[in-house]
């Protein structure tokens, strides 16, 4: 059965889970990139740590590389590291709300469905 055929408020509810659902995949693909940058960040560090304390570490500022002082740049990570962590928590409380939502929008549909009597395949 095409949505167009459908019950007005089973398509106003299908055209929410639709949209809640692509709100949810963005989400989860933001936190992906934040998690990716968390850990790419743990590594850079790690090795940072340890390094001499006197080796040149340089840092990409647009197209051109800077030497830095070690202290400053591992200054720099760790607070970049704890916005993404703040930013990973943020997204994670919302796919959790999210995750509700549908949840709760996808039972709501199946019991629209069986008061119209509609199957799905």
Known sequence: MSQQRLPPEVQQTLTQYQALRENYAKLDAELKLVEAELADIDHILDTL???????????????????????EIIKELEERKEILGIKKDKYKKQLEILEKQISDLEKRLRELLAKYGITVA
């Open 49 to 71: 740590k340890t390094m001499e304390q006197e080796t040149d570490i340089y840092k990409m500022v647009g197209h051109v590389l800077v030497k830095k002082p070690r202290d």
